[in-house]
């Protein structure tokens, strides 16, 4: 009789090692879109039932998995709304991880990061302001904000690079070579998707920088509670 016992309880432990390493195998994205809209997600030919700023699909297999990213843009009385597809394609994940996957609404690419332990507090953006239609502008519009012509070529060389490093890299030298203000610096830092690359840039501009008294502002760029308090006491402690 105690053998059967110890039997069935080795077998409860390897059924129960077996499902702890599978659920470790499986990995977990949060999606969201560059201007914090709210979305609709496909992934392999399943539809999600629900539109959010941020999406979670826990439980993903380690596997090339193909996406659809939809902007939902509510009708004015509330009643539905119309999605347009912002990004389709594939991607690969490693197992076992959480992933930042954002869209950029302007050039329709798709970035994906691991997420570190210290960035599973990301909070989404607010969603936008419900849209008017009679009053519809092109994706990407800036609401007839002109750029600076070094600005405008510089925005032309990040767009033209999907990697967020070499972005930065691109914003690092531009910087290097111009004082700046705190207007266009966020500007900048907008094209740049990431916030610890976002942060690499803030770091790196502040000798740059014009009106450093307006450069404490600059927080809000962030999206992370932990990176916004992170840039925070550092400029804090520039003072």
């Not at 347009?84 to 329709?108: A, H, Q, W």
């Amino acid at each position: 009789m105690k053998n059967i016992t110890a039997l069935f309880l080795l077998l409860f432990q390897s059924l129960f090692a077996i499902a702890q390493n599978n659920k470790s195998n499986r990995s977990t994205l949060n999606i969201h879109l560059s201007d914090g809209a709210p979305l609709i997600v496909t992934i392999n030919d399943r539809s999600f039932k629900k539109v959010n700023t941020l999406i979670t699909i826990a439980d993903l297999p380690r596997k090339r998995h193909n996406i659809q990213v939809y902007k939902f843009r509510a009708y004015a009385d509330g009643q539905g709304g119309k999605a347009e597809l912002m990004y389709s394609g594939n991607f690969k994940i490693d197992p076992g991880y959480t992933y930042d996957c954002i869209v950029d609404v302007n050039t329709r690419k798709l970035y994906i990061k691991k997420m570190t332990p210290d960035m599973n507090s990301y909070v989404p953006p607010p969603a936008a302001p419900a849209p008017d239609f009679r009053k519809d502008v092109p994706l990407g519009a800036s609401g007839g904000k002109q750029l600076a012509p070094g600005l405008f070529e510089l925005n032309k060389k990040m767009e033209a690079v999907k990697e967020d490093t070499k972005k930065l890299q691109l914003a690092q030298d531009y910087i290097g070579m111009h004082m700046i203000n705190t207007s266009d610096l966020r500007q900048i830092v907008s094209w740049i998707m990431f916030d610890d690359n976002k942060m690499k840039l803030l770091k790196t501009a502040y000798p740059s920088v014009q009106d450093k008294e307006l450069y404490a502002g600059l927080k809000d760029i962030f999206t992370m509670p932990a990176t916004q308090k992170e840039f925070e006491d550092y400029a804090r402690s520039l003072k």
